[in-house]
């Protein structure tokens, strides 16, 4: 009995071993096609004010337009990216179309700020950021309208070296966020000695700080050293009412999540983005009048 079952395990275990192999060989090759044929888009999720609600700008979220599975999200295929050494063409991909959208957004007079998602292996090459300044530069785009993102396990392999590759692009008015914060068991002394403006509080937090007394405490604290230490904030995945109270009272800046809107296409984004000033320009008037 025991015999067959440690057996059949063994079988499940090498199964679903050859499963998953099978999988990232499968993704490696379409991933590298799919790099060529352009099927790679940026999706945009606002990022809001959490005073007045308004979009400040987007955070870009990878997406695979799949010939026959349709639209793939990252987490399907960034990890096997990571792995098989196609995310810094992924990641220069990316960059290059939020700068051009940048670019085509700032010749309509729209300057949202935008951050983009980086990873370990892209943020250790040694032209990282001569790569940033030359397709800003290139494309015409002001460096403070562009944020980036590194999550902390990331800044905290090597600190000292993110430190120091990080320190330019900040100096220029780029703005770097730590993602996913308060996941990642950092040595909070070494964190916050970083060149870092941005705190985003993960959202696993942040979906359980009204329901759940521990994940409050955690929220609560966060924002609290984020004001003592000068960070802004942004939370992750706020989708009630009752969350964004919270974030507000307890003096998070800004944040991100289905309740203000989900990663979209760019032009829907841009649509909502001026629908959104249109509402300031006429409240701005209706001030002005009852004055
Ligand atoms: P992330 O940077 O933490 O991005 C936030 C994720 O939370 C996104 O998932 C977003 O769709 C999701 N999200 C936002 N608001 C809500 C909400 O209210 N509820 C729920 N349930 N989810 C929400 P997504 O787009 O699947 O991306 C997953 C991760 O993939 C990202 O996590 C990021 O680490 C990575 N990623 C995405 N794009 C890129 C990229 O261009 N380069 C790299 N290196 N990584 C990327
Ligand atoms: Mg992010
Ligand atoms: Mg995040
Ligand atoms: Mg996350």
Known sequence: EARSQ?????????????????????????????LERNELVVFYQPQVDLRDGAFIGAEALVR?????????GPMEFIDVAEDVGLI????????????????????????PKVAVNVSASQCMQPDFCSGIFDVLSK?????TSLQIELTESVAMRDPVRTA???????????????????????????????????????????????RDG????????????????????????VETELQREFLLRYGCTFAQGYLFGKPMPAPEFEAAFIEQRRIDARDLQEQVRSV
């Open 214 to 237: 521990a994940s409050r405490v955690v929220v609560a604290t966060i924002l609290s050293m984020a004001q003592n230490l000068g960070y802004q904030t942004v939370a992750e995945g």
């Open 88 to 111: 810094d063409q992924l990641g220069s991909y990316v960059l290059q179309s939020v700068a051009a959208q940048l670019a085509a957004w700032g010749r309509k007079g729209l300057y």
């Open 6 to 34: 440690g057996s059949g395990h063994f079988c499940f275990a090498r199964s679903d071993l050859a499963a998953r192999a099978d999988r990232r060989l499968a993704i490696e090759q379409e991933l590298r096609l799919a």
């Open 139 to 143: 494309s015409g785009v002001p460096t």
């Open 64 to 72: 695979w337009i799949h010939p026959s599975r349709g639209l793939v």
């Open 164 to 210: 120091r590759e990080l320190a330019p692009l900040r100096a220029a008015g780029v703005r770097l966020a730590i993602d996913d914060f308060g996941t990642g068991y950092s040595n909070l002394a070494t964190i916050t000695r970083l060149p870092f403006d941005v705190l985003k509080i993960d959202r696993s937090f942040v979906s359980e700080c009204v």
